[in-house]
Nanobody
Framework: VQLVESGGGLVQAGGSLRLSCAASGFTFDGYGIGWFRQIPGKEREGVSC????????FYEDSVQGRFTISSDSAKTTVFLQMNSLKSEDTAVYYC??????????????????????WGKGTQVTVSS
C-alpha cells in the first residue's frame, strides 16, 4: 500500500503544473486525500484537500482560485491542477490519505485523527 506523487518540476511564474497522487494497493474510497507542501525550515501546510466520496474540498487561502483538486471516477488518483504559479509556491508537495474529510488540511485535525499514508513527495520549483 502506497501513494505515489508525480507531475512536479520546474516552471516559470505564471505557468501551470498538474500533480497526480496515485493509490497503489488500495483505492481512495472512504478517504480524505490532501496535498501538503513543505519548505525547508518551515512547517508542513495543508494546501488543498478533498473528501473523495462526497467531493467536499478545502483550499488554503493563498491558492484559492488558482489550484483545483479533483479525483478520478475510479477513486484511485487525485489531481492538483496548479495555475498562475508563483515563486512562493515552490516547495516539496506531498499527498496523504486520512479520514474522510476535507478538514484533514487543518494541521490540528490531521494530528488529532491521524493520517494513514503519506507519499514521498514531488518537488515543485517556480522561477520568477
Amino acid at each position: 500500500v502506497q501513494l505515489v506523487e508525480s507531475g512536479g518540476g520546474l516552471v516559470q511564474a505564471g505557468g501551470s503544473l498538474r500533480l497526480s497522487c496515485a493509490a497503489s494497493g488500495f483505492t481512495f474510497d472512504g478517504y480524505g486525500i490532501g496535498w501538503f507542501r513543505q519548505i525547508p525550515g518551515k512547517e508542513r501546510e495543508g494546501v488543498s484537500c478533498i473528501s473523495v466520496n462526497d467531493g467536499s474540498t478545502f483550499y488554503e487561502d493563498s491558492v484559492q482560485g488558482r489550484f483545483t483538486i479533483s479525483s478520478d471516477s475510479a477513486k484511485t488518483t487525485v489531481f492538483l491542477q496548479m495555475n498562475s504559479l508563483k515563486s512562493e509556491d515552490t516547495a516539496v508537495y506531498y499527498c496523504a490519505a486520512g479520514p474522510p474529510s476535507a478538514r484533514i488540511c487543518d494541521g490540528v485535525y490531521a494530528k488529532s485523527y491521524g493520517m494513514d499514508f503519506w507519499g514521498k513527495g514531488t518537488q515543485v520549483t517556480v522561477s520568477s
